[in-house]
């Protein structure tokens, strides 16, 4: 019964109360109606008694009444079915008799039986019951119907109040949904408490942005002595080429660590409410300039295909982090690989040259085999789509779908 929604359980509560009532009212109704027959018969037989009895003390040779549907007998010449009945009134059946009922006066040889035949109150009262009948089913359907009625209106602040919830967007904000509510029922403290957990939701994100701010400065101190560091011993006339491909590598790695970084504190601070006409073919060259002068060897490595100008509408720190961790994670995943770049209206693909047509089944991964989480998430903040598809060879192409 629990599991069912609740306005069928309201129609079907309804229904039942509906029920009970129909059938109380059909039970207590025939009841009346059977009292209602003896009260009336018993006053007839009585009244009948009474006359019948004062005419034969006045006249012992009266001869007594015997109609269609009333008799009166003395005792000794009454039937068979009237002779053992005791004093009061009783309803006797007998075959081709309906609603037979006899009264019996007097005592010993002085009794008298007085019947009569109601048939027509038979009828009458058959024909009710077939009415109640139809009452208890019809006042359960619509006692059901107008449960069914009225759990829509009842339901309807839930079903708003559901509403509004789901509309609410990911990242907490403020609400004041028990505004719509004027009744001070239980409706309006459901919105209240859904208010009150938005608002400590949303004094938790002020919290996690203040934190993240506050880590950015820390973090980036710490990058920037290690880059200055790396650039003076770059400048150092006595290091050896081994040491120089590994201060390469630092420096590279310092460089990746800040994007991602920058990618972190971005997908923590929500998608900004600023943004701009961005040329990504540009943004993309941008990139690949900052990634060339740490890793000179990428300008090789990485080419350019323009297939159809591609602009878009978002934050530009959000673009130019995208790209940049993007393109270093594929220069970073296999040293001496030579990468397309490669943008359509829709979007752009970064595959190798022999890896086949640009287009082709893809599957969704949130890591895309690079630990593009951070990616990823600025991805899914923005509406981008971000996949891959890896032939049978192992060859890797990444999709970013931007419309």
Same mark, same amino acid.
């Given at each position: 019964?629990?599991? &069912?929604?609740?306005? @069928?359980?309201?129609?079907?509560?309804?229904?039942?109360?509906?029920?009970?009532?129909?059938?109380?009212?059909?039970?207590?109704?025939? !009841? /009346?109606?059977?009292?209602?027959?003896?009260?009336?018969?018993?006053?007839?037989?009585?009244?009948?008694?009474?006359?019948?009895?004062?005419?034969? &003390?006045?006249?012992?040779?009266? /001869?007594?009444?015997?109609?269609?549907?009333?008799?009166?007998?003395?005792?000794?010449?009454?039937?068979?079915?009237?002779?053992?009945?005791?004093?009061?009134?009783?309803?006797?059946?007998?075959?081709?008799?309906?609603?037979?009922?006899?009264?019996?006066?007097?005592?010993?040889?002085?009794?008298?039986?007085?019947?009569?035949?109601?048939?027509?109150?038979?009828?009458?009262?058959?024909?009710?019951?077939?009415?109640?009948?139809?009452?208890?089913?019809?006042?359960?359907?619509?006692? #059901?119907?107008?449960? =069914?009625?009225?759990?829509?209106?009842?339901?309807?602040?839930?079903?708003?109040?559901?509403?509004?919830?789901?509309?609410?967007?990911?990242?907490?904000?403020?609400?004041?949904?028990?505004? $719509?509510?004027?009744? @001070?029922?239980?409706?309006?403290?459901?919105?209240?408490?859904?208010?009150?957990?938005?608002?400590?939701?949303?004094?938790?994100?002020?919290?996690?942005? /203040?934190?993240?701010?506050?880590?950015?400065?820390?973090?980036?101190?710490?990058?920037?002595?290690?880059? #200055?560091?790396?650039?003076?011993?770059?400048?150092?006339?006595?290091?050896?080429?081994?040491?120089? %491909?590994?201060?390469?590598?630092?420096?590279?790695? +310092?460089?990746?660590?800040?994007?991602?970084?920058?990618?972190?504190?971005?997908?923590?601070?929500? %998608?900004?409410?600023?943004?701009?006409? !961005?040329?990504?073919?540009?943004? +993309?060259?941008?990139?690949?300039?900052? +990634?060339?002068?740490?890793?000179?060897?990428?300008? &090789?490595?990485?080419?350019? $295909?323009?297939?159809?100008?591609?602009?878009?509408?978002?934050?530009?720190? =959000?673009?130019?982090?995208?790209?940049?961790?993007?393109?270093?994670?594929?220069? @970073?995943?296999?040293?001496?690989?030579? =990468?397309? *770049?490669? *943008?359509?209206?829709?979007?752009?693909?970064?595959?190798?040259?022999?890896? #086949?047509?640009?287009? #082709?089944?893809?599957?969704?991964?949130?890591?895309?085999?690079?630990?593009?989480?951070?990616?990823?998430?600025?991805?899914?903040?923005?509406? =981008?789509?971000?996949?891959?598809?890896?032939?049978?060879?192992?060859?890797?192409?990444?999709?970013?779908?931007?419309?």
């Amino acid at each position: 019964m629990f599991r &069912r929604p609740l306005r @069928n359980r309201i129609a079907l509560t309804c229904g039942v109360i509906g029920f009970v009532l129909s059938l109380c009212f059909a039970v207590a109704t025939t !009841i /009346v109606a059977e009292e209602y027959e003896h009260i009336v018969i018993q006053a007839v037989l009585d009244g009948q008694a009474r006359e019948v009895m004062e005419q034969l &003390r006045s006249d012992p040779q009266a /001869v007594l009444v015997n109609s269609e549907h009333f008799s009166s007998y003395r005792q000794s010449d009454a039937p068979e079915i009237f002779r053992a009945l005791p004093n009061g009134l009783h309803e006797v059946e007998a075959e081709g008799r309906d609603g037979l009922h006899a009264a019996v006066y007097g005592e010993g040889s002085d009794r008298w039986v007085f019947a009569i035949e109601v048939g027509p109150i038979e009828i009458l009262e058959r024909y009710l019951a077939r009415a109640m009948f139809v009452i208890v089913i019809c006042g359960s359907l619509l006692a #059901g119907w107008l449960g =069914w009625l009225l759990a829509n209106r009842a339901i309807q602040p839930v079903v708003h109040l559901a509403d509004r919830v789901s509309a609410l967007p990911a990242r907490p904000v403020a609400t004041n949904m028990a505004e $719509d509510f004027i009744a @001070n029922d239980e409706i309006r403290r459901l919105a209240s408490s859904i208010d009150g957990y938005q608002q400590r939701l949303v004094e938790v994100d002020a919290a996690e942005k /203040v934190f993240f701010s506050n880590a950015s400065h820390e973090l980036r101190t710490p990058i920037a002595v290690i880059q #200055g560091a790396v650039e003076v011993l770059c400048d150092d006339p006595a290091m050896t080429s081994g040491q120089r %491909v590994r201060i390469g590598r630092i420096d590279r790695a +310092i460089l990746e660590l800040g994007w991602l970084l920058e990618a972190l504190l971005l997908s923590a601070r929500g %998608v900004p409410a600023d943004s701009e006409q !961005i040329d990504i073919a540009a943004t +993309i060259e941008e990139a690949l300039a900052r +990634i060339v002068a740490v890793e000179p060897d990428a300008a &090789r490595r990485i080419t350019l $295909d323009l297939r159809s100008p591609l602009t878009v509408t978002a934050p530009r720190r =959000w673009t130019d982090c995208i790209l940049s961790v993007l393109l270093q994670r594929v220069l @970073n995943k296999a040293p001496g690989t030579a =990468w397309q *770049v490669v *943008v359509t209206d829709a979007g752009l693909d970064v595959l190798q040259p022999d890896n #086949g047509q640009v287009a #082709g089944d893809r599957v969704q991964r949130s890591d895309l085999g690079l630990n593009l989480m951070f990616v990823d998430r600025l991805c899914r903040g923005l509406g =981008w789509r971000l996949e891959q598809r890896i032939s049978e060879q192992g060859a890797l192409t990444l999709h970013l779908g931007i419309r």
